[in-house]
């Protein structure tokens, strides 16, 4: 995506920041800065490339779940999760960019996904952290951007959301059936925590004052909060369910801080960061392959759909 260049109307920008100052939201046909146009569809493209990619960790998974309802409640997630690409292509299209061209550009490489989408599923233990851990840290964000000054945007992410806590809920009951089970799927759990700790806080991007983008989206309200008040919230409220059911913490720093009423944290490896979403991670290049694949597989879809149109 290209940076808009050129001054807005001044008289223009002035109402649309008076508008957003008083509360109000941004519907899709109204005047708006072309930076807030652009940062608006950055923000959703790579929303909806992320459900659209997010659903092959788990998908690989279908045939291999250990019972018939862990394998139905898997089919439901994956399809949950590619419906809502879908939804917010749809959002996305809305502010100037067909959605053959976003998909075309995912397919391709050039434009991005998040982070804890490059990375292996190893193990089943692997689906109970992403269901928990991974949806759970996408909450946060998700949950916050309910609040987002683009209408469209906070109305999808509503419908989205209740199903997102749903899954959260279903990770939740396979985290709670290995953390009580044998001492081999207690260690597949520990071990999947581990591998995952990393990726996840890195999943809320950059410190706050390394963030590009991050001033300009929280003054006009398409962020409401920042990266570190997500990465905190997140950590309150997962970090108790790693200490309750008796597992290792995966950072040795890992701690409370009572005076500032914060987590500690080790700083994750922001290079591994950057190189994962410049397209280098250990399973991007599988992933977007696989992801190619059935895009030629499917063409004959696309083209009776076309054709129907035409003749209809």
Sequence with gaps: MTQPSGPDDPEKLAAFEAKLASGERIEAGEWMPAQYRFECLRLIQMHANSELMGALPEREWIPRAPTLARKMALVAKVQDEVGHAQLLYRVA???GKPRAQMLEDLLSGKS???NVFHYPAETWADVAVIQVFVDGAAMQTQGAL???SYAPYARVLKRICYEEDFHIRLGLDVYKTLAEGTAGQRAMLQDALDRWWQ???HFFGPRDQASPHLETMMRWRIKVKTNDEL???FLRQFVPLIVDYGLRLPDPRLKWNEAEQRYDYSEPDWEEFKRV???E???TAARLRLRNDYWNQHAWVREAMTAWGRAA
């Design 231 to 233: 990465r905190q919230q």
């Design 281 to 283: 991670g250990p399973k």
């Design 112 to 114: 991005k996904f998040h």
């Design 93 to 95: 299209e809305d502010l």
């Design 199 to 201: 990726p996840i806080m």
């Design 277 to 279: 979403i410049r397209g």
């Design 146 to 148: 309910r609040s987002c």
